[in-house]
């Protein structure tokens, strides 16, 4: 297995431009996550799955949309970017509100000039 | 809102020497997540404690969740640089209603000196 897998692992973007973020588990759990690690801020929540078709709003989802279409893929977008977004990105998978430990991507670091 | 503090926030320790690092919650803890992050890197999960008075190891790596469920602690015997990282804990944002959903303490960042 793979794992969580993350592409690209660095960007740099220009305000205003847009992107999205890839992320893909094969572990088939039913549950991924975004969440954004600025320095010395800890993980913030961004977007998260429940299923494929299914998704809400973490902490600090705007600027961001997701979708999941799969159970596998869990794709991040940026539609206008802006410096408030340099940030590196996590994505994350679990296999159920039960069994809730989570496993991570290793990160997409974004810079945003 | 439910917080997690974790101290200290940097340690520096010399290779051979043991540290511990705390996680506290301003609310009962219902899961209590640790996880190791080297620079540029992803999180790797180390251990989950769910019950008061758990405690799990792994390797030279033992954590607790004290009985009130508020504080979790991470001890590491006989550090090595291979211990050296950034250590987080994570918690169950909301029990019962919980979507799976982990809050997260900014971390401890660990380094020791050979």
């Known amino acids: 297995n793979a794992g969580v897998t993350q592409t690209p692992k660095f960007r740099i973007l220009k305000i205003g431009q847009s992107m999205t973020l890839q992320c893909a588990q094969d572990m088939n759990h039913n549950y991924m996550y975004w969440y954004r690690q600025d320095p010395g801020m800890g993980l913030k929540l961004i977007y998260y799955s429940v299923g494929a078709g299914i998704t809400d709003k973490g902490e600090v989802p705007n600027g961001y949309n997701v979708s999941r279409s799969t159970t596998e893929d869990f794709p991040l977008r940026l539609e206008l970017a802006a410096p408030s977004q340099t940030s590196v990105y996590f994505c994350a998978s679990s296999y159920s509100r039960q069994m809730k430990t989570q496993y991570f991507g290793p990160g997409t670091r974004l810079l945003v000039l | 809102s439910q917080e997690l503090e974790q101290s200290p926030q940097s340690l520096i320790v010399q290779e051979g020497k043991n540290l511990t690092i705390n996680c506290t919650s301003s609310k009962t803890l219902y899961g209590l997540y640790w996880y190791k992050q080297k620079y540029g890197e992803g999180l790797i999960f180390l251990m989950m404690l769910q019950k008061g008075g758990e405690e799990k190891s792994h390797e030279k790596i033992t954590a607790k969740l004290d009985e009130k469920k508020q504080q979790s602690s991470l001890h590491i015997t006989a550090s090595q640089p291979s211990h050296a990282g950034i250590y987080l804990c994570?918690?169950?944002?909301?029990?019962?209603?919980?979507?799976?959903?982990?809050?997260f303490g900014k971390g401890t960042k660990l380094s020791v000196k050979p």
């Open positions: 994570g918690a169950d944002r909301n029990y019962g209603g919980s979507q799976g959903n982990l809050i």
